[in-house]
T-cell receptor, first 114, second 114 residues
Framework: AQSVTQPDIHITVSEGASLELRCNYSYGATPYLFWYVQSPGQGLQLLLKYFSGDTLVQGIKGFEAEFKRSQSSFNLRKPSVHWSDAAEYFCAVGGYNAGNMLTFGGGTRLMVKP | DTAVSQTPKYLVTQMGNDKSIKCEQNLGHDTMYWYKQDSKKFLKIMFSYNNKELIINETVPNRFSPKSPDKAHLNLHINSLELGDSAVYFC?????????????FGAGSRLTVL
């Protein structure tokens, strides 16, 4: 069975500081990996995805993530956080045989200090 | 212009009632989904339909009955509502049901059962 772990429930960073949100997954084949962001009262917006190829993927809003197969990780990074980045971030895993059934992690709430 | 739209956005009802949530997508996608987000923000797949046919049913109680009149619509009907049904329900769609597809989510429908 596929699963996703986001070890950090809450993270607080200062505006302008760098950010790394951790994601570890379990999947029996080549995974498809996603990061979604959910602002308060909003739906989920795709930040970036990994299907194949280059293991460092770029997304919207200056985010990037690196797929590390040996560590079963897909951590999200941003070099300089803006106050508007405060939101809930979800990592998700799927795969070719999963019928596009995404399994989500529990989410990490990001708070940004001025 | 909304890609995936859900109605209603908020729904407050009494235990034992029957209610429906509607979802429509204008992206030309073949596959649609319902996800449930509980009070701890945990997201879990409920159903997936491809071209009006059920392809994923994740051990959801029989009180939940999805209906897809055409591939652009996937409605969720819930009978005999229980307190534990209180959650945010997200509709999503993707181009296909197999392979590397991105899910586009609606804004969510918050159901509160009193």
């Amino acid at each position: 069975a596929q699963s996703v772990t986001q070890p950090d429930i809450h993270i607080t960073v200062s505006e302008g500081a760098s950010l790394e949100l951790r994601c570890n997954y379990s999947y029996g084949a080549t995974p498809y990996l996603f990061w979604y962001v959910q602002s308060p009262g909003q739906g989920l917006q795709l930040l970036l995805k990994y299907f194949s190829g280059d293991t460092l993927v770029q997304g919207i809003k200056g985010f990037e993530a690196e797929f590390k197969r040996s560590q079963s990780s897909f951590n999200l990074r941003k070099p300089s956080v803006h106050w508007s980045d405060a939101a809930e971030y979800f990592c998700a895993v799927g795969g070719y045989n999963a019928g596009n059934m995404l399994t989500f992690g529990g989410g990490t709430r990001l708070m940004v200090k001025p | 212009d909304t890609a995936v739209s859900q109605t209603p956005k908020y729904l407050v009802t009494q235990m034992g009632n029957d209610k429906s949530i509607k979802c429509e997508q204008n992206l030309g996608h073949d596959t649609m989904y319902w996800y449930k987000q509980d009070s701890k923000k945990f997201l879990k797949i409920m159903f997936s339909y491809n071209n009006k046919e059920l392809i994923i049913n994740e051990t959801v109680p029989n009180r939940f009955s999805p209906k897809s009149p055409d591939k652009a619509h996937l409605n969720l009907h819930i009978n005999s509502l229980e307190l534990g049904d209180s959650a945010v329900y997200f509709c999503a769609s993707s181009l296909g049901s197999v392979g590397a597809n991105v899910l586009t989510f609606g804004a969510g429908s918050r159901l509160t059962v009193l």
